[in-house]
């Protein structure tokens, strides 16, 4: 199958600093690219959807200021989690959807953020 | 949006086979049905999707009935690697995102 990959696996950060976390598509064209975070023992929650070119779309109660997205290339998605606090920790999860192949969405490997 | 209902959580012991059923009441004409397998710390992993009838691939089977209004995902002669939480997601997704339910957390001992 088609291969996500999310850069870095793991940060710790200071409060008040931010971080980028990078999604890119490996073997594939992503015009689309979707963000989730998940606590522990719980579900994916749709953040944001990542639009090639065009600004991301944010689910109702995510702060677009704070959750910076920008899809720049057909193959790479970032996501900047700004002036971080400790509730931000969690574990951010992108997945994509191949341009030329319907309607397969492929995961990342996710990427664990602890903000102290 | 199809919203799902899984059970949350099902037992099993290596080598029997498990079926997890999901019931999707409003599935919409263009909609899929996707089933994937998480791990703990680890992004879901793709397992099997379809549109209708049955559909089989190398790791699992997926069974929909006519009406579509349900799915059962059927993994046959499970191991204790097969301990995972599935999710079963119906969504068009070449318009939008796919939304998480609950899961089903499949624990399978020795």
């Known amino acids: 199958g088609a291969v996500v990959s999310q850069h870095p696996s793991w940060v710790i950060c200071k409060s008040g600093t931010s971080v980028k976390i990078e999604c890119r598509s490996l073997?594939?064209?992503?015009?689309?690219m979707f963000w989730y975070r998940q606590f522990p023992k719980q579900s994916l929650m749709l953040m944001a959807t990542?639009?090639?070119?065009?600004?991301?779309?944010?689910e109702q109660g995510v702060e677009k200021d704070k959750f910076l997205i920008n899809h720049a290339s057909l193959t790479l998605s970032t996501l900047t989690v700004t002036s971080a606090h400790p509730e931000d920790s969690s574990f951010y999860i992108c997945s994509a959807k191949d341009r030329l192949s319907g309607n397969t969405i492929y995961f990342g490997e996710g990427s664990w953020l602890t903000v102290v | 949006l199809a919203k799902t209902t899984q059970p949350i959580s099902m037992d099993s012991y290596e080598g029997q086979e498990v079926n997890i059923t999901c019931s999707h009441n409003n599935i919409a004409t263009n909609d899929y049905i996707t089933w994937y397998q998480q791990f703990p710390s680890q992004g879901p992993r793709f397992i099997i999707q379809?549109?209708?009838t049955k559909v089989t691939n190398e790791v699992a089977s997926l069974f929909i009935p006519a009406d579509r209004k349900s799915s059962t995902l059927s993994l046959p002669r499970v191991s204790l690697s097969d301990t995972a939480v599935y999710y079963c997601l119906v969504g068009d997704t070449g318009r939008r995102a796919l939304t998480f339910g609950s899961g089903t957390r499949l624990q399978v001992q020795p």
């Open positions: 073997d594939f064209q992503a015009t689309t």
């Open positions: 990542s639009n090639e070119g065009s600004k991301a779309t944010y």
């Open positions: 379809g549109y209708k």
